[in-house]
Every structure is written in structure tokens, then in C-alpha cells.
């Protein structure tokens, strides 16, 4: 399909039905990342279940090529809601054609209708093209992110 078809692809809030396609998307992450994950179709289906969590999926006439996983937060120093972008991954089949773009903008929108004051988003120091990809939407590197592992559950 063209880039100009794949404008049609629907963006759209994933549902328990979405969860294989969802393991399939997240595990090709990881795999790009270099890491194992646990991740499974029952714990998609808790975290679409959990308050304060969901997942934007971009989804080509009934078949998940895309998804966005976000979190809402309050936020003691901005006094509201915070947005932040957990992960964004698309088949690799069907990227560069703005679908990724797509999904952050809907995602920017949406955490204007709700209220936040502010939308973050954590990539790998080494990764240039997502440091630019975020950029080139408005986003700054106004932070350091710093991790401890505690272990897999």
C-alpha cells in the first residue's frame, strides 16, 4: 500500500480484542532494544483495564500496524495531569510512512482535551532518529531520566 493510502488507516483506542497483535508489536520492540520481555495477551489486557493507562493503535482495516502506550499521571509542580508516552512501535513493514507521527499527534490532542499540562517521552540516549522524530513534534530535552531496575516480576 502506498503512503498515500496508509493516511486512511484508523487511529483508535485498543481494546482487549488487540492484545496478540499488541505482544507481536511490543516483543518486536524489545527485540530492536536488545531486551526480554514478559509482556503477554493477559497483561495487555491489564494494563488496557488499568485507570490512568491505555494504548492508541493505528489499525489498517481491521489488522494493528501501529500502537502508542501512554500513562496519566498528576503532577505536584505543574498542579495537573501529566501525559507520558511509554511506547511507540510500527510493523516495521509499514514504517516511515507517518503513521508514528500520526499517533503522537492524535496523542497530543487528546491529552489537550483531558487537561495536561505537559506530554513526556523517554528514549535511549543513543537513539538519534527518535530523539529528532520527538523534536521535530515540539518535544525539548528538558530532563535526565535515571533507572534502577528492581528485577522482572
Known sequence: MTAAL???????????????????????????MDVVTPVDEAYVR???ASTGS?????????????LLS?????????????????????????QRQG????????????????????VSVTTLAGQRGAIEFYKARGFSDDAVLLEKHLGSK
Open 70 to 94: 501512554y500513562s496519566l499521571r498528576p503532577s505536584l509542580v505543574h498542579a495537573g495531569r501529566s501525559c507520558v508516552i511509554e511506547e511507540l512501535v510500527i510493523d516495521q513493514t509499514t
Open 99 to 118: 503513521i508514528g507521527a500520526r499517533l503522537v499527534e492524535d496523542l497530543l490532542r487528546r491529552a489537550a482535551e483531558w487537561g495536561c499540562v505537559e
Open 6 to 32: 496508509r493516511l486512511l488507516v484508523d487511529l483508535r483506542e485498543a481494546t482487549s480484542v488487540d492484545a496478540p497483535a499488541i505482544v507481536v508489536l511490543i516483543r518486536a520492540l524489545a527485540r530492536v
Open 46 to 48: 491489564e494494563y488496557i
Open 54 to 66: 491505555g494504548i492508541l493503535v493505528a489499525d489498517d482495516g481491521g489488522q494493528v500496524i501501529g
